[in-house]
């Protein structure tokens, strides 16, 4: 079987449960919604109070606690069974199905010379702590994944790649994109739907984060309503899943609503017209040379 065959299409990220902004009532049930419907959770301790939130479900519910996505950061095996510990206790599980790493500090220098570091994470893995690890891109740290994948030195280590991927981002740069599909790797996009409809990050005052956002938005909406598809997130998912190596999506919301809306599209998925794909590849690949790869890190 290829590498997180078995990821649903669609998997529920927990960012916003731990928002102050949403209401507990709110969170807890959604967090109940997430769980009686069978989906997997992505979520992190960076998350404000996600994790108890989730916590508190799983207790009410034991039976159908799911596979689980936690990112664990990176710089040493050490940071990442601190992390481990630090993301299991509050979730009351003793293990997690996949281990979200971050390549930084000696981890990525170990990845572009094969050293020590791998071998400890291999034992974290052996241990069934965590039975499988994805590796999390950034536009500012796609050079050591890109050397350690032409090198090898992540075989059998790392199961998947996981980044912001949806029509406005793609955070792996253009060289490490390109390698990733030329080797077939399992990939897990983030972000669905970019943050919000496109028409909303291009027209409303303040609801980009960062104007290059808003300014992609210009340029994807065109696409968008040339598309023909009603639905934002449909064609949010729907352009994920256009990339064979595409095996989910996380996507995060904090209205039952929009959860089942983004559910009912992750069936029976149809990627988008090859055209529409490649106008939007052909974007990305522009952005990602005139901004991404220069951008501060966080700053995206």
Same mark, same amino acid.
């Given at each position: 079987?290829?590498?997180?065959?078995?990821?649903?299409?669609?998997?529920?990220?927990? &960012?916003?449960?731990?928002?102050? /902004?949403?209401?507990?009532?709110?969170?807890?049930?959604?967090?109940?919604?997430?769980?009686?419907?069978?989906?997997?959770?992505?979520?992190?301790?960076?998350?404000?109070?996600?994790?108890?939130?989730?916590?508190?479900?799983?207790? /009410?519910?034991?039976?159908?606690?799911?596979?689980?996505?936690?990112?664990?950061?990176?710089? &040493?095996?050490?940071?990442?069974?601190?992390?481990?510990?630090?993301?299991?206790?509050?979730?009351?599980?003793?293990?997690?199905?996949?281990?979200?790493?971050?390549?930084?500090?000696?981890?990525?220098? /170990?990845?572009?010379?094969?050293?020590?570091?791998?071998?400890?994470?291999?034992?974290?893995?052996?241990?069934?702590?965590?039975? @499988?690890?994805?590796?999390?891109?950034?536009?500012?740290?796609?050079?050591?994944?890109?050397?350690?994948?032409?090198?090898?030195?992540? /075989?059998?280590?790392?199961?998947?790649?996981?980044?912001?991927?949806?029509?406005?981002? @793609?955070?792996?740069?253009?060289?490490?994109?390109?390698?990733?599909?030329?080797?077939?790797?399992?990939?897990?996009?983030?972000?669905?739907?970019?943050?919000?409809?496109?028409?909303?990050?291009?027209?409303?005052?303040?609801?980009?984060?960062?104007?290059?956002?808003?300014?992609?938005?210009?340029?994807?909406?065109?696409?968008?309503?040339?598309?023909?598809?009603?639905?934002?997130?449909?064609?949010?998912?729907?352009?994920?899943?256009? &990339?064979?190596?595409v095996v989910s999506t996380v996507g995060s919301t904090s209205r039952e609503e929009n959860l089942k809306e983004l559910l009912s599209f992750s069936q029976d998925i149809t990627p988008l017209p090859q055209d529409i794909v490649d106008e939007l590849f052909a974007l990305q690949r522009r952005w990602s040379d005139e901004t991404d790869i220069h951008a501060e890190p966080w700053s995206m």
């Amino acid at each position: 079987m290829k590498p997180l065959a078995d990821l649903p299409p669609y998997i529920y990220g927990t &960012t916003r449960l731990g928002h102050d /902004d949403v209401p507990r009532e709110q969170q807890a049930a959604m967090a109940r919604t997430a769980i009686d419907a069978g989906l997997w959770l992505h979520t992190s301790r960076q998350y404000d109070h996600a994790l108890e939130v989730l916590g508190a479900a799983l207790a /009410d519910e034991p039976s159908k606690i799911p596979p689980v996505i936690v990112k664990l950061g990176g710089g &040493t095996a050490d940071d990442v069974r601190a992390t481990i510990a630090e993301n299991i206790e509050p979730l009351g599980i003793s293990s997690i199905d996949i281990g979200q790493l971050t390549g930084a500090g000696a981890f990525a220098e /170990d990845m572009v010379t094969g050293g020590s570091t791998l071998a400890d994470l291999q034992r974290i893995k052996d241990e069934g702590l965590v039975r @499988r690890f994805v590796l999390e891109i950034f536009p500012w740290t796609s050079e050591a994944p890109l050397a350690a994948l032409r090198a090898g030195h992540l /075989d059998g280590l790392i199961d998947g790649y996981i980044f912001y991927l949806n029509p406005l981002q @793609r955070f792996a740069s253009n060289e490490l994109w390109d390698e990733l599909l030329a080797q077939d790797k399992a990939i897990i996009s983030m972000r669905t739907v970019a943050g919000a409809p496109v028409h909303t990050l291009r027209d409303v005052p303040g609801a980009a984060w960062q104007p290059y956002l808003q300014e992609r938005a210009v340029e994807v909406a065109p696409i968008f309503e040339r598309s023909s598809v009603a639905s934002w997130a449909d064609f949010c998912i729907r352009f994920a899943h256009s &990339t064979p190596q595409v095996v989910s999506t996380v996507g995060s919301t904090s209205r039952e609503e929009n959860l089942k809306e983004l559910l009912s599209f992750s069936q029976d998925i149809t990627p988008l017209p090859q055209d529409i794909v490649d106008e939007l590849f052909a974007l990305q690949r522009r952005w990602s040379d005139e901004t991404d790869i220069h951008a501060e890190p966080w700053s995206m």
